[in-house]
């Protein structure tokens, strides 16, 4: 039987100082780095949306999160859903990173009998909380978890990470209606606003635009952050806390291909890994430095 009574006991403050920022700013280089190398050893899988979001999901799996790797089944833990599967790789390692599991596992994504595969499975991850595929249907897992949350008198909260493309799937705006209805202000929403989908731009393709105004209009608290800043992203959780009788969606402007400069904006990046060799070593070596934006921050 899993130990489920371990676990921090209270919500700690959100506060970044500065030493722990850049402790955080320098763990997600490292999370970069190992996402290309899972990508190339895998030869499949999605670059531009887990590099976008390696902010988030440090400082979410680092920092904000309220939970216990060593005990993932841990009763009073945080929910995190991943409605947008397929940018799971970004997830593994910051998880490998937080200690759910060995560094060393993360070159096993994507291969026959991992538990890392091209979409989360809750069965075989522990700390997976919802196997994700289907786009839309992750807004309506976490409104259901938190509406029994809040049922329960519970302390724990979810947060959904959701895809901009995703929004075109109506079952997204019912879940909205329903965690507008219910007050669901334990459910914090966050969409990566990269901008970009499989075939092209989402304005191109399905205009979301005015698209706070569409989420105020469902009677939703609507918070802004730039995606690539842990600090801004942190600040837009600490806001989303202090709203009692709504949730909350963070609309999270992010880069797709954050940090690698030939891939950043460039939708054709969506699905694909860089290839071995020249790809993957100049992906590296722009990583290392931002494409020169760490050296020029700190000179």
């Given at each position: ?70 005990h993932p089944e841990w009763k009073d833990r945080d929910r995190l859903i991943l409605s947008n599967g397929h940018i799971c790789p970004i997830r593994y390692a910051a998880m490998a990173h937080a200690g759910y599991f060995p560094k060393k596992l993360l070159m ?192």
């Amino acid at each position: 039987m899993p130990n489920l009574t371990q676990g921090p006991k209270v919500r700690k403050p959100l506060h970044l100082h500065d030493k722990k920022l850049k402790a955080l700013e320098e763990r997600a280089q490292l999370i970069r780095e190992d996402l290309i190398d899972m990508l190339v050893e895998a030869g499949s899988g999605h670059s531009a949306g887990p590099l976008g979001m390696a902010d988030i999901f440090t400082a979410l799996y680092l920092h904000v999160l309220v939970h216990d790797p060593k005990h993932p089944e841990w009763k009073d833990r945080d929910r995190l859903i991943l409605s947008n599967g397929h940018i799971c790789p970004i997830r593994y390692a910051a998880m490998a990173h937080a200690g759910y599991f060995p560094k060393k596992l993360l070159m096993t994504l994507r291969k026959l009998g991992s538990p890392l595969q091209g979409h989360p499975e809750r069965e075989k991850l522990p700390g997976v909380e919802t196997t994700s595929g289907p786009l839309g249907s992750g807004s309506s897992q976490a409104v259901g978890l938190a509406y029994a949350a809040l049922l329960d008198r519970k302390p724990w909260r979810v947060y959904c990470l959701m895809s901009d493309g995703e929004l075109a799937a109506g079952q997204t705006w019912e879940a909205m209606l329903f965690a507008s209805r219910n007050k669901l202000y334990n459910c914090t929403f966050v969409i990566d606003r990269n901008n970009i989908q499989i075939d092209g731009t989402t304005e191109e393709i399905m205009p979301l635009e005015p698209l706070a105004a569409k989420f105020e209009a469902f009677n939703l608290n609507v918070e802004h952050c730039a995606g690539n800043s842990i600090r801004d992203f942190v600040t837009a959780v600490e806001r989303a806390h202090g709203v009692s009788e709504k949730p909350t969606i963070i609309i999270a402007d992010t880069i797709p291909g954050y940090g690698v400069q030939f891939m950043e904006h460039d939708f054709l990046w969506h699905g694909k890994p860089p290839s071995p060799g020249q790809e993957a070593h100049l992906a590296i070596n722009q990583l290392r430095t931002l494409s020169g934006k760490i050296i020029s921050e700190h000179e």
